[in-house]
C-alpha cells in the first residue's frame, strides 16, 4: 500500500510541473533516475511474509528447496543441504550480503560476487542487489512488459562506480503499478550482455504483490546464447 502511495505521489508531483516547451516537457516527463531506484528499494522493506520454493535448473534437471523471509529489515535466503542462509539487510546502505554457515556468519565480499548460488544462475551480485544502490543512473523511457499484458515499466540504466562484481551495466524495468523490479538485464564492462533477470509471473500475499515465478539466463559473452536457465518457482505464500 505504502509503495502505490509513493508512486502516486510521484505521478501527482509530475502533473504539477509548471508550463514549459514540448521539448522540456518530454525532457521532465520521465521520473529522476534515483527516484526510481528509490522505489524499487523501498517495495522489497515493505513486503513482510515467508515464502517456499524451489531452483531448478531445466538442462540439468536439478532442484534445491529454499525459504524466503522478507521484512522490513532484511530478506533471507535459507538452504537445507548443506545448510546455508544468504541473509541481505536492509537496514544499512548500501544493504549488505552476509552468508551464514555452520560455525559463522561473514559478509559476503566483492570478490565474490560473480560467483554463481548453490551451483544456479543466480549469483551473490544479483542476491545483494548492490546495482540498485549505483549512483550513475539515467531513465531511458517507459515500455510494456510483454509478460503482463498493457502494465507498463521505467527502463533505468545504472553503471558501476568500481570494478567490482561481474557487471558494468545493468538496466532494470521498473513496475509503475508496484514499484518493483520486473525484469534486469546485466552487461560486463565490454559492453556484452551476459544475465537476462525476469518475473514470469506473480501473486498476492494479503496486501503484497510477490513472485510466483522468476526465471534467470546466463548468456555467453558476445553472443545471444543461454550457458544457462534457472528458474525460481514459488509455492502458496505464507503471511507472516
Not at 95 to 101: E, G, I, P, Q, S
Amino acid at each position: 500500500m505504502m509503495t502505490r502511495l509513493l508512486v502516486l505521489f510521484l505521478f501527482a508531483s509530475l502533473c504539477s510541473l509548471p508550463l514549459v516547451s514540448r521539448a522540456e516537457e518530454a525532457a521532465r516527463a520521465l521520473p529522476a533516475a534515483e527516484d526510481l531506484l528509490k522505489l524499487v528499494r523501498i517495495s522489497y522493506t515493505l513486503n513482510n511474509s515467508r515464502l517456499t520454493g524451489r531452483l531448478r535448473d531445466n538442462e540439468s534437471g536439478k532442484e534445491e528447496p529454499f525459504d524466503l523471509n522478507m521484512s522490513q529489515q532484511s530478506v533471507r535466503f535459507r538452504f537445507v543441504n548443506p545448510p546455508q542462509i544468504v541473509n541481505l539487510d536492509l537496514t544499512t546502505t548500501p544493504a549488505t550480503l552476509r552468508d551464514v554457515k555452520p560455525g559463522g556468519s561473514e559478509e559476503v565480499p566483492a570478490s565474490m560476487y560473480s560467483e554463481r548460488v548453490r551451483g544456479f544462475d543466480l549469483t551473490y551480485e544479483d542476491l545483494s542487489m548492490s546495482f540498485l544502490y549505483w549512483t550513475k543512473a539515467e531513465v531511458l523511457g517507459e515500455e510494456s512488459l510483454g509478460t503482463f499484458s498493457g502494465q507498463k515499466a521505467w527502463k533505468v540504466r545504472v553503471t558501476t562506480p568500481d570494478n567490482k562484481g561481474p557487471y558494468g551495466t545493468v538496466d532494470i524495468w521498473v513496475h509503475q503499478g508496484s514499484g518493483g523490479m520486473a525484469k534486469m538485464e546485466g552487461w560486463d564492462r565490454k559492453g556484452n550482455k551476459i544475465k537476462h533477470f525476469e518475473i514470469r509471473s506473480i501473486q498476492k500475499v494479503g496486501d503484497n504483490t510477490v513472485p510466483k515465478e522468476i526465471r534467470v539466463d546466463t548468456l555467453a559473452p558476445g553472443s545471444s546464447k543461454k550457458t544457462g536457465s534457472t528458474y525460481m518457482t514459488f509455492d502458496k505464500p505464507i503471511k507472516n
